[in-house]
């Protein structure tokens, strides 16, 4: 007597991103509850790993998502998020998070006070402008889209904490203040540059826009930041509903896009 076996084969699946996708905001033994991730991969039957970091600059997450895909994974999700975090290391065993609120910093002969780490934070972040970090995150999604079909995988894009709105995608108006959104205004300098010059510099960033894969994207501009209805039992990440909110979101795209 023959018998015929199915088998399903089980998909599995990398998760990369900052803190959102990490959990913080819960303590670890509630994560698996919780976090979008764990309930997506439950909902689909996904072998999951996480390889997020907390605090994580989209520099950080594009490296660490280009070394994914040359894993035996069928899925990456990428989470992205802020534009301007940056990561220092003053040495070869210590790494420093110039976004975070320590009190002060010390490696060897390095020390910065509070008042220090900010005047420092403060400008280093001004001259990390969110108008060329747009620029950047394009490039890293064209590259890894660019690989993950080299390697015959699929890639989905979460937007964490990316700002920007769709002006982006839409003509400017004759009244510039109303096409571009409060964002836009922000990093063009709008009140400070003369009409010219502020489309100038906004149809550059649109036609870098263009150059973007949407259809990779789960919530191209609508960010689990702008989606938080909630936070978790600790600090001020998303919370249960919030997670919930994400984990359906990136569901419905799956089968949409005949993922699962």
């Given amino acids: 007597m023959a018998f015929l076996f199915k088998y399903i084969m089980m998909k599995k699946v990398c998760f ?10 819960f303590d670890q033994d509630q994560r698996d509850q919780y976090i979008y991730d764990r309930l997506v991969s439950f909902e689909c ?5 996480n390889i997020a970091k907390g605090g994580s600059s989209n520099y950080e997450i594009f490296m660490r998502s ?17 534009l301007n975090r940056i990561w220092l290391y003053p040495g070869p065993d210590c790494e420093w998070f110039i976004n975070s609120g320590n009190k002060e910093f010390r490696y060897r002969s390095i020390h910065l006070n509070e008042k220090d780490q900010n005047r420092f934070r403060d400008i280093l972040l001004m001259m990390n402008h969110d108008y060329h970090g747009i620029m950047s995150l394009i490039d890293y999604c064209d590259i890894l889209n660019q690989l993950a079909l080299h390697k015959n995988k699929q890639i989905v894009f979460i937007n964490g904490l990316v700002p920007w709105s769709d002006d982006l995608i839409n003509p400017l108006g004759d009244n510039l203040y109303e096409s571009l959104s409060e964002y836009s205004r922000q990093i063009l300098d709008f009140d400070s540059r003369d009409d010219d010059q502020i489309r100038c510099l906004f149809q550059s960033l649109q036609h870098k826009f263009a150059e973007l894969d949407q259809s990779r994207w789960v919530n191209i501009f609508e960010s689990f930041k702008t989606l938080t209805i909630d936070i978790g039992t600790q600090g001020h990440h998303p919370g249960i509903k919030s997670h919930e909110i994400m984990a359906q979101k990136i569901v419905n795209y799956l089968v949409q896009n005949a993922l699962i």
């Fill in 66 to 82: 280009a070394q994914a895909l040359k894993q035996d994974f069928d899925i990456l999700f990428v989470q992205w998020s802020a």
């Fill in 16 to 25: 990369n991103g900052c803190s959102f996708t990490v959990g913080e905001g």
């Fill in 45 to 49: 039957g996904f072998e999951r790993t």
